[in-house]
């Protein structure tokens, strides 16, 4: 009964307005009271009578001890203070008294006392703990959570494959001489001739503690011992870069299998502590939620509905219980806050499954509308600003990445690009920014962005020089011991990077993405990020990415073909066309677009691409080549007409300029040249004859050809509205084998008449001897245009099509000299990033700390030759 009106009258205080030390504190007693009043109506119901029962020992229990009334477990002398020891069964430990911090403590399940067991009978035995099992299942927690019952200090480090036993012997050197507790998080990452060197070092330990002596030589240093050191391992079995501890090491540790805990008592008693009445309900629906989510959606890599997925449910109830109050019944409350956290990560398919698994378990439960309607007006005020259209699937995934901010401190977005990643990131940074409020919400965000891959994993974190040992940081540690510097200064700290995930290096943040929010050098340094710290990744896929790193992070997941689609990126490009084209030919580009790029979207998803393309990717490309053409100023396709003010009439000596008609002409027909190079450009020589009898079938009309091959699209034909008449293309073979002349009303001309006359030059080697033919005309022709308005160009074909060629003719003939410098090297197997980098600052002049660039007044041109020659890595990345 106690136990019970405790509990009661904790939960009601939780409710109330509390600071936030105080709720943690809080939030403690609610937890190890739970705990208590549980056992106690256990033992009651088990009928326990003697302190001598089993059911009693092998609960955690406390004994004060007076002065000389035992000897301690350490020294084996009797005790000249007051003491406590802590027992379980029949180990025992003495109390640490070390004051910890205000923490929260972890729910004590059936699965959290076994391992409580287990590593107390080691440390009594002076073995260490090794708990072991797959990811999320409360390894570390655990270890953590007996070191607080214990009132000792455990210091969590995250082992990473280039530790070496040097500097795992200065940590060693610190344990025993200090007396903590340590955690070595996925300890069998270490590399196996490291681990043989430490089984030797800890053993040293180990037998030093069992003789009692007080200095003991360790690594030929004389160092005092503190015999309640103690060193703990955690290890996942069997993930990608683990190696098999050797015999003489496990030796020396006691292993406890962790497995999956008890869901719904973890997720009642954090609601309880939380302030939820209904917890045992509301926390069993959460827990099957997810059951029946791992069930029956789709199997994603991006998955991950273990105890990680569950804490997320269980913090956003919190944060929603705290935010709402009782403004709505319990179960609202919950439902509101599990969409929220769950509904980022889903893709489209498996979007109305979710919605379904949480009506069938809260029936009849409407949500409350969202409270980030603020929020939304300024997203809409400042897509726009960005030169984006702020459609509603775009916006829902800026609230999306703003309500997983608030629940993880790691995350991230996922999608093939472009889907938008960077844009969600900075718009809602942008809005953060102006809805500051001076709270510690809402908040400006100051981001340190990086490549991981463009650099060496020693670079990323830091490393030891191999002859003197000294330390050099990493750009990631600058860039978070920044961060955490910053705290108190009114901004948020994101950390972002922008590149591909893989097994190793992300396994290096495994304690910077969990609770213990730490990241940890080779060095033995161990920065601690702050509360305004969030870890973010943008990153196309996690095929290779272990489920330790999986379940550690927040997932926002964009889907470019279904949610955001083409549309939006024409709609933001249209606004940076110049004025006249924006005012007299905005709306029929838009329509050309609409009308016929889904059909030759779907023309090149039917024909062979040597490399994967996606609709945006396409779309983007079409854009560019177009502006590219009204834009260019040695063809001089479109011209504005000339506009005289009222009264004035033109003279036969004035330039009119170029009339509405011959405009629109024009841009359709650089409308079809662009989708031929771009839809029909990135397919082989007979995907090229398919994407050409389709245009003209839409350039004719005639859909009777669509309905031959089975379409499941169908083009809107636009009329030309100024009376003019669009030149046709020919009947037969490759339109791609002609191009638009500007000054014959926009007709099809073949590329060989752009050829003038050849002559070779008298001394020419036979070798350096260029015959110009149609290919290298046109290929020169679009890599002048583009890189006129400073687009970057990739060509890709078989060997011997004259790429090489075409572009070095390109460089050299086509920029004067006045205005442009150009640089080429080749890439080779062997090729690094750090490399390119020297060859490409070699050729730049310092303008100031950090900027690098060509000559004033020029563009640097940079051509790399075998792009994809450099060496794969196992997981796939392709550095540089």
């Keep these: 009964k106690k136990c019970f009106n405790q509990l009661e009258a904790t939960v009601v205080l939780v409710r109330g307005e509390m600071t936030k030390l105080n709720r943690v504190t809080v939030g403690a007693m609610v937890t ?17 009578n003697s302190p001598e029962d089993f059911a009693w020992l092998k609960q955690l229990r406390y004994y ?41 403590r972890l729910v004590i399940t059936p699965l959290t006392d076994k391992c409580y067991r287990t590593l107390m009978g080691a440390f009594a035995l002076f073995y260490g703990g090794a708990p072991e099992g797959p990811a999320g299942t409360g390894k570390t927690e655990s270890t953590k959570d007996l070191a607080k019952a214990l009132a000792i200090q455990c210091v969590v480090f995250n082992c990473s494959d280039s530790m070496d036993y040097q500097q795992l012997a200065t940590f060693f050197k610190g344990l025993a001489s200090s007396g903590l507790w340590c955690c070595f998080d996925e300890f069998n990452r270490i ?128 944060n929603g219980k705290r935010s709402m109050g009782d403004k709505y019944p319990e179960d609202v409350i919950a439902l509101r806050s599990f969409m929220d956290v769950n509904l980022p990560k889903f893709t489209s398919a498996d979007l109305p499954l979710f919605k379904g698994i949480m009506g069938d378990l809260f029936p009849g439960v409407e949500l409350p509308p969202s409270n980030t309607g603020e929020m939304m007006k300024v997203i809409d005020v400042v897509a726009p600003e960005k030169g984006l259209q702020a459609c509603a699937p775009f916006c829902g995934k800026v609230i999306q990445l703003w309500e997983t901010v608030m629940v993880r401190h790691g995350l991230m977005v996922v999608g093939i690009p472009p889907c938008g990643k960077t844009n969600v990131k900075n718009v809602l940074a942008e809005t953060l920014a102006r809805l500051a409020d001076g709270g510690d919400t809402f908040m400006p965000v100051t981001q340190y962005v990086m490549n991981p891959k463009s650099i060496t994993q020693g670079q990323l974190y830091g490393e030891s020089d191999i002859n003197t040992q000294e330390w050099t940081d990493g750009v990631l540690a600058i860039a978070v011991r920044e961060a955490a510097k910053a705290h108190g200064d009114g901004r948020r700290q994101w950390v972002v990077l922008d590149g591909p995930v893989d097994a190793i290096w992300i396994e290096n943040m495994n304690t910077v993405l969990d609770d213990n929010k730490k990241l940890c050098l080779n060095s033995g340094e161990i920065i601690k990020l702050s509360i305004v710290t969030t870890m973010l990744f943008e990153v196309r896929d996690l095929d290779y990415a272990s489920p330790a790193t999986v379940s550690r992070v927040g997932i926002v997941f964009l889907e470019p073909e279904t949610a955001l689609g083409w549309p939006p990126i024409v709609a933001s490009w249209l606004l940076t066309l110049p004025e006249y084209i924006q005012k007299f030919h905005g709306e029929q580009i838009n329509s050309l677009f609409n009308g016929y790029f889904e059909v030759m979207l779907e023309c090149t998803h039917r024909v062979k691409t040597p490399f994967a393309v996606s609709d945006g990717w396409l779309c983007i490309m079409a854009t560019r080549l177009l502006e590219s053409l009204i834009d260019d100023q040695s063809e001089k396709y479109c011209q504005p007409t000339t506009e005289f003010p009222e009264g004035k009439e033109p003279t036969d000596d004035d330039d009119m300029g170029q009339s509405f008609m011959d405009r629109e002409i024009i841009i359709t027909q650089l409308f079809w040249f662009s989708m031929l190079w771009t839809c029909g450009a990135c397919t082989d020589a007979d995907g090229r004859l398919f994407v050409c009898d389709i245009a003209r079938a839409c350039i004719d009309n005639k859909k009777d050809l669509l309905k031959k091959f089975n379409f499941v699209v169908d083009f809107t034909k636009v009329d030309i509205t100024g009376g003019g008449s669009l030149p046709q293309p020919p009947r037969k073979g490759l339109i791609h084998d002609l191009f638009i002349d500007s000054e014959d009303g926009g007709k099809w001309k073949p590329w060989t008449d752009k050829i003038q006359g050849f002559d070779v030059p008298k001394d020419a080697p036979y070798h350096t001897i260029v015959v110009p033919t149609s290919d290298t005309c046109r290929n020169q022709f679009l890599i002048r245009t583009l890189l006129e308005r400073g687009f970057n160009i990739l060509i890709s074909g078989p060997t011997g099509t004259a790429k090489t060629a075409s572009i070095q003719g390109a460089l050299l003939n086509g920029f004067s000299a006045d205005g442009y410098s150009t640089m080429s090297f080749a890439f080779s197997a062997q090729t690094t990033a750090n490399q390119t980098q020297d060859v490409v600052d070699g050729k730049l002049d310092k303008r100031k700390k950090g900027t690098f660039g060509p000559p004033p007044g020029k563009k640097m041109l940079v051509f790399i030759d075998d792009l994809n020659m450099p060496f794969k890595e196992e997981y796939g990345a392709q550095p540089p």
Excluded at 68 to 73: E, H, L, N, S
Aim: aromatic share 8%.
């Design 191 to 318: 590399s196996l001739e490291v681990l043989s060197v430490v089984a030797q070092q800890i053993q040293q330990i180990s037998l030093a503690i069992k003789r009692h002596v007080e200095k003991f030589i360790f690594e030929e240093t004389e160092i005092r011992l503190i015999p309640t050191c103690a060193i703990n391992i955690t290890m996942n079995p069997g993930y990608a870069g683990r190696s098999e501890l050797p015999d003489n090491l496990k030796a020396l540790f006691r292993p406890c299998a962790m497995m999956v805990p008890n869901y719904a008592l973890i997720g009642e008693i954090r609601l309880y502590s939380y302030g939820y009445t209904d917890a045992k309900v509301i926390g069993s629906k959460a827990t099957i939620a997810l059951k029946l989510s791992s069930e029956q959606l789709s199997p994603q890599k991006h998955y991950d509905f273990g105890m990680r997925g569950l804490n997320a449910l269980l913090v956003a109830g919190g």
């Design 32 to 48: 190890i009271d739970v705990h208590a009043r549980d056992e106690v109506m256990q033992l009651v119901k088990d009928k326990v």
């Design 64 to 104: 004060w001890q007076e002065i000389g009334t035992f000897d301690r477990v350490d020294t084996l002398k009797p005790n000249v203070k007051m003491e406590c020891k802590v027992c379980i069964v029949n180990s025992t430990l003495l109390y640490g008294f070390e004051y910890l911090g205000n923490t929260a």
